[in-house]
T-cell receptor, first 115, second 116 residues
Framework: DTEVTQTPKHLVMGMTNKKSLKCEQH?????MYWYKQKAKKPPELMFV???????INESVPSRFSPECPNSSLLNLHLHALQPEDSALYLC??????????????FGPGTRLTVT | AQSVTQPDIHITVSEGASLELRCNYS??????LFWYVQSPGQGLQLLLK??????LVQGIKGFEAEFKRSQSSFNLRKPSVHWSDAAEYFC??????????????FGSGTQLTVLP
């Protein structure tokens, strides 16, 4: 099974709201990722978690707050977003090992609209 | 810094015709290379990957890709395209960080249209 699930599928929020995106995988992967994808563009890496610890933060604004409560779950907490944050947010996971490459498996994404 | 170029923004082929999508990369070491496909409003699905070894790799849905180090290319091919192959295709190179290909750099994508 190579499935990564994301909820909700769609989210509309105002600029003063607080909401969260959820991602789950049961493949035993210990690396998890958040990407942001604007229309007609490739995904852009936001965060990487390795063994439940934040490994990479690609200078993402603090209104995006990631959390990895356990090895299967990844959350993205949203607060005081701007309309330009509207995008498809993708979660991915992969094995984590010291040597060798590994592929990332993506979820279906959450379509976020900020009004 | 690594980079990926997909020279073709949009390609149109007839159903049953062969397909080749181009990908060129720039990376100082041996790259980890991937092709992903994305249908509208969906996530990315991995088609195939190259880490090492045989330079011709087979993937899902009848796709294959050939790694050519001398040309810094990793072109995707399919001998006979099906209407369901219409989608956006992304080539990506994985940056090795402590031995792990964590940071993917994506090309800008190629939109494939399939004519009946």
């Amino acid at each position: 099974d190579t499935e990564v699930t994301q909820t909700p599928k769609h989210l509309v929020m105002g600029m003063t709201n607080k909401k969260s995106l959820k991602c789950e995988q049961h493949m035993g992967h210990r690396a998890m990722y958040w990407y942001k994808q604007k229309a007609k563009k490739p995904p852009e890496l936001m965060f990487v978690y390795s063994y439940e610890k934040l490994s990479i933060n690609e200078s993402v604004p603090s209104r995006f707050s990631p959390e990895c409560p356990n090895s299967s779950l990844l959350n993205l907490h949203l607060h005081a977003l701007q309309p330009e944050d509207s995008a498809l947010y993708l979660c991915a996971s992969s094995q984590e090992r010291l040597a060798g490459g590994h592929e990332q498996y993506f979820g279906p994404g959450t379509r976020l609209t900020v009004t | 810094a690594q980079s990926v170029t997909q020279p073709d923004i949009h390609i149109t082929v007839s159903e049953g015709a062969s397909l080749e999508l181009r990908c060129n990369y720039s990376y100082g070491a041996t790259p980890y290379l991937f092709w992903y496909v994305q249908s509208p409003g969906q996530g990315l699905q991995l088609l195939l990957k190259y880490f090492s070894g045989d330079t011709l790799v087979q993937g899902i849905k009848g796709f294959e890709a050939e790694f050519k180090r001398s040309q810094s290319s990793f072109n995707l091919r399919k001998p006979s395209v099906h209407w369901s192959d219409a989608a956006e295709y992304f080539c990506a190179v994985g940056k090795t960080s402590s031995g792990s290909a964590r940071q993917l750099t994506f090309g800008s994508g190629t939109q494939l249209t399939v004519l009946p």
